[in-house]
T-cell receptor, first 114, second 115 residues
Framework: DAGITQSPRHKVTETGTPVTLRCHQTENHRYMYWYRQDPGHGLRLIHYSYGVKDTDKGEVSDGYSVSRSKTEDFLLTLESATSSQTSVYFC?????????????FGSGTRLTVV | AQSVTQLDSHVSVSEGTPVLLRCNYSSSYSPSLFWYVQHPNKGLQLLLKYTSAATLVKGINGFEAEFKKSETSFHLTKPSAHMSDAAEYFCVVSLFDTGRRALTFGSGTRLQVQP
């Protein structure tokens, strides 16, 4: 989607290794989110940010950390990847809390932990 | 209790027939509601949104949804299905009474359209 880029698009990694996914936006939106998508669960919120250095946990935050040192970048880190973290990860952005206009989503990162 | 429930995980219709995808929510106040669509191996696209204006909301590609507060429902409909409508659809709600300033997604409904 225009204005939001996720990298990498695909990654295969080994159990126990650290992994960092990047979300970059050019919209200057205040809010950024990380979701994971798994069959039968829809999208579940991992972490979100409501400003530089301001982050909060979502419903499935265990095993994940985030950082936001500048408005345009929101990083998701798996400190020690496990097979249960194999998933498709989506980043999203919103100007406000999303209650008026919803979110704009990135194209996703498919992560496989072997 | 689940706060957003999509009542059907799979729906199959024939091309040209109506589509109904059901969504119920639980919230202590009137939330904002959305429907998103995801085509295979793609990201998510906003179909329509309800933000406390008109209860019947029209979206893209001929879809519409009706907010019914008494039934806590926000079902998605389309009069006539097209093959290109085959995708996964997510009902999404703002449930800020959970303490999180983020939207909550239903588990999704996969729509199949038969020729």
């Amino acid at each position: 989607d225009a204005g939001i880029t996720q990298s990498p698009r695909h990654k295969v990694t080994e159990t126990g290794t650290p992994v960092t996914l990047r979300c970059h936006q050019t919209e200057n939106h205040r809010y950024m989110y990380w979701y994971r998508q798994d069959p039968g669960h829809g999208l579940r919120l991992i972490h979100y940010s409501y400003g530089v250095k301001d982050t909060d946990k979502g419903e499935v935050s265990d095993g994940y950390s985030v950082s936001r040192s500048k408005t345009e970048d929101f990083l998701l880190t798996l400190e020690s990847a496990t097979s249960s973290q194999t998933s498709v990860y989506f980043c999203a952005i919103s100007e406000g809390t999303g209650t008026v206009d919803g979110y704009t989503f990135g194209s996703g990162t498919r992560l496989t932990v072997v | 209790a689940q706060s957003v429930t999509q009542l059907d995980s799979h729906v199959s219709v024939s091309e040209g027939t109506p589509v109904l995808l059901r969504c119920n929510y639980s919230s202590s106040y009137s939330p904002s509601l959305f429907w998103y669509v995801q085509h295979p191996n793609k990201g998510l696209q906003l179909l329509l949104k309800y933000t406390s204006a008109a209860t019947l909301v029209k979206g893209i590609n001929g879809f519409e949804a009706e907010f019914k507060k008494s039934e806590t429902s926000f079902h998605l409909t389309k009069p006539s299905a097209h093959m290109s409508d085959a995708a996964e659809y997510f009902c999404v709600v703002s449930l800020f009474d959970t303490g999180r300033r983020a939207l909550t997604f239903g588990s999704g409904t996969r729509l199949q359209v038969q020729p």
